[in-house]
Structures are given as structure tokens and as C-alpha cells.
């Protein structure tokens, strides 16, 4: 696609169920970021993935964090046991090389957690 | 290791100029600067990389003091369009360099 791609737009779960949120990065990308956006906050990082090599995990908030990404492609961002905590705009970001490239943003997927 | 932004607001009149700083406590490779307007995406402004080369839109301007570990963006003769959020993302060397972002600074600008 002509962009980063997010989905689902909007999710609304209660808590302690599993959510799953999607990412498709622009082809050929290599890096893919996922942030977390808190309502009127700033942009938390969480995970980071470079080609294939191992991803930076270090910005994930617990062990109920899990992100996937298969080669160069899609990514899933696995939220187990959600908690009201987690309710936030998940942002979805891929650039072209390392930290040197501009990142291109998906629309989010917005999570609301009752 | 998230950088901090200054100020973390401002208000401007339409034509008037800001400046938005972000600093970091570590050494700095590449800083990148984005805007988001509510309900939306961030989008890329510019990035600065030690050396001095930089990468952006020909209207925004930035400095990149690689020994202070800081960066400045400058609005000058601001526009209503120019509000928004700015956030700073800072990379460390190295392949692996993850992007960190500051709290951001929300600018208003009013006719």
C-alpha cells in the first residue's frame, strides 16, 4: 500500500481479555517502530524492529507486551490481560533504514479498555 | 534516556517566531523533529545527524549542538497551520538505535 496501514482502527475490550493490533508497513521498509500514545501525552516507545536482526524490546511496559514481525512485513502487537491502564492510540511506525530516515505513521489503533 | 523538551507550551500570534529546544543526557546521532495536530498521525519535519547533514522540509529550520546534546527547531512568521504538537525523537549510534521521543510542545497559534 501507499502507507503504513493499522488496523483495527478502534477496539474496545474489557479488561482482562487479549487484544491483537495489526501493522503494515510501507513495502520495502525495513525498521518498524511501535509507540503508545496515551490521550494528551507523548509518544512512548515500545518495541523495534531492523531487518533480522533481534528487536528492541526495551520499551515494552510489562510481560503482557508481545510484538511479532515477520521478515520485512506485517507486525502484531500482542496485548495480553488487557488493563484499563493500557486504554491509549497504539501507533504503528516504519522507515526505510536505520534511525537515520524518516518514519512514516500509521493512524493508530485506538484502545479502550472498560 | 527520553530527551526533554522546552517549553512544553507556547502561544503565539500569527507571524510571530518560536523556538522549541530538546536536549538529551546522552550523546546524540540523529534527532529527529514531528508535528501532530489533534486527531492525527505525526508527520516528519526534519532530522539532524552528527556531522551536520540534514534532511527536511525547506521551510523549518533546526540546529544540531552535537557537544550540548541539543537541538532547536525555529518557526519563524508562524502560521495558523503551524499549530499543533512538535515532538523531538533522538537516536543513539549503532544500527540498533531505537528512536525515543520527548513529552512534546504543544504551540497555538491565533490570528
Known amino acids: 500500500g501507499a502507507g503504513v496501514s493499522q488496523s483495527p482502527s478502534n477496539k474496545v475490550t474489557e479488561k482482562g481479555k487479549d487484544v491483537e493490533l495489526r501493522c503494515d508497513p510501507i513495502s520495502g521498509h525495513t525498521a518498524l517502530y511501535w509507540y503508545r500514545q496515551r490521550l494528551g501525552q507523548g509518544l512512548e516507545f515500545l518495541i523495534y524492529?531492523?531487518?533480522?536482526?533481534?528487536?528492541?524490546k526495551s520499551g515494552l511496559p510489562s510481560d503482557r507486551f508481545s510484538a511479532e514481525r515477520t521478515g520485512e512485513s506485517v507486525s502484531t502487537l500482542t496485548i495480553q490481560r488487557t488493563q484499563q491502564e493500557d486504554s491509549a492510540v497504539y501507533l504503528c511506525?516504519?522507515?526505510?533504514?536505520?534511525?537515520?530516515?524518516?518514519?512514516?505513521f500509521g493512524e493508530g489503533s485506538r484502545l479502550t479498555v472498560l | 534516556q527520553q530527551p526533554v523538551q522546552s517549553p512544553q507550551a507556547v502561544i503565539l500570534r500569527e507571524g510571530e517566531d518560536a523556538v522549541i529546544n530538546c536536549s538529551s543526557s546522552?550523546?546524540?546521532?540523529?534527532v529527529h523533529w514531528y508535528r501532530q495536530k489533534h486527531g492525527e498521525a505525526p508527520v516528519f519535519l526534519m532530522i539532524l545527524l552528527k556531522g551536520g547533514e540534514q534532511k527536511g522540509h525547506e521551510k523549518i529550520s533546526a540546529s544540531f549542538n552535537e557537544k550540548k546534546q541539543q537541538s532547536s527547531l525555529y518557526l519563524t512568521a508562524s502560521q495558523l497551520s503551524y499549530s499543533g504538537t512538535y515532538f523531538c525523537?533522538?537516536?543513539?549510534?549503532?544500527?540498533?538505535?531505537?528512536?525515543?521521543f520527548g513529552k512534546g510542545t504543544k504551540l497555538s497559534v491565533k490570528p
Open positions: 525523537g533522538t537516536g543513539g549510534e549503532g544500527s540498533q538505535g531505537n528512536l525515543i
Open positions: 546522552k550523546a546524540l546521532y540523529s
Open positions: 524492529f531492523q531487518g533480522n536482526s533481534a528487536p528492541d
Open positions: 511506525a516504519s522507515s526505510g533504514g536505520q534511525n537515520t530516515g524518516e518514519l512514516f
